[in-house]
């Protein structure tokens, strides 16, 4: 019986020296001790580790926490416990803070290009030209414009009204070169796939990813990043969008489609090399740009 009774609190024991994970199966809590800022714009503080669990609370970029254990969930996600700045306690993911304090203002130095003459639709690969010359790489313009995949696909407007045209999510569209003929421009995919001609697996897509993630986090490892917009910057109203009608079915588009470089950021303003405007760190309120590119389908590329 005393053997029994020895072995019985030496399991409860080690069991107290783990905290239970209810829910979402996760690894037995590892205890630390660190202090974390948040690194993206608004990051979710949740009730345990995982999106799957409620929303506690949000805090703001820069919010200062202390993280005293750490688990790994069963979707391999590395998650601490954290004491809140009003003194509660949450979870939260290892991926969306730091510890260090992010910087409060980031604004890189990359080459401006003008896209005119030669391209009056050639944002895209004009901006591609300035994120690959931060790199380090020789690729200008006019050979970036040659070798992008193009779409060929023939503009027809139909008795319906419809405009049948080319897919910008597959190459190019239209004419690049001259204003007198029907063109477009070209998305993400197509220009990931001739950036990676010349850096690789370095580069990476990062579309569809909030703007923390796919922006801000990259200027913070000083990379500028290739993204698409509108040229007025702010979020357009429908009455500026059409479809064409594509081989692969209708895809909805704007005339006033416009690529950029983002180069940096501040509390206020997004910074910006401009093709078209011919602007070194343009700024734009931030608010204003990033509803832009959400409209515009997140699409953004770096590199590593």
């Known amino acids: 019986m005393k053997k029994f009774t020895k072995l019985l609190l030496a399991l409860c024991l080690a069991l107290s020296v783990f ?29 345990g580790p995982g999106t799957n669990y409620s929303r506690l609370t ?44 992010p910087p409060s203002k980031v604004v890189l130095s990359a080459p401006l290009v003008n896209q005119n003459p030669e391209l009056p639709r050639g944002c895209e690969v004009t901006s591609l030209s300035m994120m690959l010359g931060y790199a380090g790489m020789s690729a200008n313009k006019m050979t970036l414009a040659s070798k992008v995949i193009k779409d060929t696909t023939p503009y027809r407007k139909g008795s319906d009204g419809k405009v049948y ?21 070209v998305y993400n995919k197509p220009v990931e796939s001739l950036a990676r001609r010349y850096m690789g697996s370095r580069i990476v897509n990062l579309t569809g990813k909030p703007f923390s993630t796919a922006v801000i986090s990259q200027l913070q490892k000083k990379r500028p990043v290739w993204v698409i917009a509108n040229s007025r910057f702010t979020k357009l109203s429908s009455e500026h969008f059409s479809y064409f009608y594509t081989p692969q079915g209708p895809v909805r588009i704007t005339y006033r489609e416009h690529s950029v470089l983002v180069t940096g ?35 953004a590329i770096s590199y590593n």
């Open 165 to 185: 045209f080319g897919n910008p999510n597959v190459g190019f569209v239209g004419s690049m070169y001259d204003m007198n003929k029907p063109g477009y421009g």
């Open 265 to 299: 950021y501040d509390s206020s303003y997004i910074y910006f090399n401009d093709p078209l405007a011919v602007q070194k760190n343009r700024k734009i309120a931030r608010s204003s740009f990033i509803a832009a590119w959400e409209q515009m389908g997140r699409q």
């Open 19 to 47: 905290t239970v994970i209810p829910g979402k199966q996760a690894s037995a809590a590892t205890a630390i001790n660190k202090t974390v800022y948040v690194s993206v714009d608004v990051a979710n503080i949740r009730t």
């Open 58 to 101: 949000q805090l703001k970029t820069g919010a200062k926490m202390r993280a005293y254990e750490q688990v790994t969930n069963s979707s391999k996600e590395i998650w601490y416990h954290v004491v809140l700045p009003d003194g509660r306690k949450g979870w939260v993911a290892s991926w969306i803070v730091k510890t260090s304090v």
